[in-house]
């Protein structure tokens, strides 16, 4: 499918930022993918790009055992554009000179334009960017010149317009550099000659006319879960196959406070679709005894889903596949072995739905959405219809509260977090603060506290507000809270829920943290 638009490959050399920058590609309604650094030159000809992106790193290009470079990609003829140490990369590789700079430079700069043409069209002056850097280009590779400066980097930019390739040493594709989606949109219209058609409204057609050619005449079953992502699977796949399709909501036991039956209510009375709700809650309580390592958890969470979705399939008659809401970040920050995207990263995390699904399952996998970020998975939830109610929700973890519980998973301690939970995402929500947050959630910590309450002494439960703000949740800050809504939220819950005599705010950021605690 998506071979039928222009295509930007980013180069992963270990950014935290790649993914970053190919959602940055795709704001320009251009499609992008990344693939690890030493993705052979053929193989990224096969893809017939009209330009590749070479991402930062956190490695010195001068440093043994550096990533290198495809062999061959500078005479390629692709247009290039480097970022950090693609840049250097680029410099050196091409006759440059890069070293360790007298200074660092990092956090925002202000950048001064020299040439405002090819990427800085449109651009002129001075502009604010983000640095990142301890190397520095010193000199300049025949043919290349410089672009831009700071006042600490004086190839701040550097390019050779006959040949296509461009470097910058500071992150266009970062909020903190407000004007670098120009530049990004520069080197991707001007420079590579694409067209903007990467659009949601194409993404439905093609997607349908997929998806009817992969089912044929069979059933499916999807999974669904009521949150954005699998809600969106089920409409899309439901308007490619309509009847063929049945939902089936498997409630693991560690959904929010009353989730169950909103689901139940919202799919039997509002949508016309197959609906089955299966309470399986026992059978996992019982996987998750004794278990207290996060990535063990999303395993046995993601097997125990397949083996109940088989056993319920059998039931409804012959199912060969199963529909799921992966979303591309899941896949990455998954890095399974053996894929594409796993080789390109290092695994942070197992999602239950990519990772954690058993070898030997007996369904064929449909993953619509596995190429998407959460920012176009709503607008194509809007595009077919989704309800507005469920495309504003915020995203809710598979393994549900599992992985918002801290040690072992007891239906005690689900309970506590219940009502935890409740009383957190109830205040943001009056507030008017819900959809202005990506996430807002509670964590139970295994921790007890001493504390008082009434003149007695009590040792109870501590537990962790967390709140993130973020576009794609590959990056996300710690929210500013209202200090009175936090003192609301920390009262209430106290007071509340007799359990719990502690409230903290988690106050980390991402990367170095994850939004979710395990």
């Known amino acids: ?27 320009c309604n251009v499609y992008c993918e990344v693939l690890p650094y030493d993705t052979p030159l053929d193989e990224l000809k096969a893809r017939n790009p009209k330009g590749i992106i070479l991402s930062g790193g956190p490695a010195s290009v001068y440093e043994k055992g550096a990533p290198q470079a495809p062999a061959g990609i500078w005479e390629s003829g692709i247009p ?37 043409s090819s990427i800085f069209a449109g651009l002129d002056g001075k502009m604010q960017c983000w640095m990142s850097h301890g190397d520095t280009v010193m000199t300049l590779p025949r043919g290349f010149s410089q672009l831009a400066h700071t006042a600490t980097t004086k190839n701040a930019s550097i390019g050779n317009p006959a040949k296509k ?37 194409n993404f439905v057609e093609e997607s349908v006319n997929e998806i009817k050619a992969k089912i044929g005449k069979e059933k499916i079953l999807c ?25 089936m909501f498997i409630d693991q ?26 309470d399986a809650s026992k059978r996992f309580f019982e996987k998750l005894k004794g278990v207290t390592d996060p990535e063990q958890k999303r395993k046995l969470i993601g097997t125990e889903f397949i083996r109940t979705f088989e056993e319920e399939a059998k039931k409804l008659g012959h199912m060969p596949f199963l529909a799921q809401g992966t ?31 058993p070898e030997d399952m007996e369904f064929k996998i449909v993953e619509p959405l596995r190429k998407l970020f959460k ?27 599992a992985i918002r519980i801290i040690g072992e998973v007891t239906p005690e301690r689900v309970k506590i977090l219940q009502e935890v939970d409740d009383i957190v995402v109830g205040e943001i929500k009056n507030a008017g603060l819900y959809k202005e947050i990506w996430q807002s959630f509670a964590v139970l910590l295994p921790i ?22 973020s576009k794609d949740a590959m990056t996300a800050d710690w929210a500013r809270l209202p200090y009175d809504l936090l003192e609301t939220m920390s009262n209430r819950i106290v007071n509340e829920i007799p359990e719990v005599n502690r409230v903290v705010y988690d106050i980390s950021s991402k990367p170095p943290s994850t939004i979710e605690w395990e």
């Open 1 to 27: 499918m998506y071979q039928k638009h222009d295509l930007i490959i980013v180069l992963d050399f270990g950014a935290q930022y790649s993914l970053l920058i190919a959602r940055r590609v795709r704001e």
């Open 253 to 278: 036991g560690f959904m929010r406070k009353n989730e169950a039956r909103k689901i139940n209510e919202l799919f039997t009375n509002r949508f016309k679709i197959n609906f089955v709700h299966i």
């Open 165 to 201: 390739i461009f470097g910058v040493q500071f992150h266009p594709e970062v909020v903190h550099t407000p004007k670098g989606l120009e530049i990004i949109k520069n080197f991707v219209y001007i420079i590579c000659e694409c067209k903007p058609t990467w659009t949601t409204a």
């Open 327 to 357: 979303l591309y970040p899941d896949v990455i920050e998954s890095a399974v072995p053996g894929t594409t995207e796993g080789k390109a990263a290092k695994k942070i995390k197992t999602h239950h739905n990519v990772g954690g699904l």
């Open 223 to 247: 999974a669904l879960s009521g949150g954005v992502d699998s809600t969106t699977v089920s409409a899309l796949v439901s308007k490619a196959v309509g009847d063929q399709l049945t939902c």
């Open 448 to 469: 007890r506290t001493v504390g008082v309450m009434g003149d007695k002494r009590t040792y109870l439960n501590t537990v962790a507000i967390r709140a993130v703000t």
């Open 80 to 116: 290039l554009l480097g970022i950090c140490y693609g840049m250097q990369l680029l410099a050196r590789d091409m006759g440059g000179e890069v070293k360790g700079g007298k200074k660092r430079e990092y956090g925002k700069a202000e950048l001064e334009i020299d040439d405002e």
């Open 375 to 401: 920012d176009e998975v709503r607008a194509l939830g809007k595009e077919i219809g989704v309800p507005e109610e469920i495309v504003s929700r915020q995203p809710f973890p598979g393994p549900g509260l």
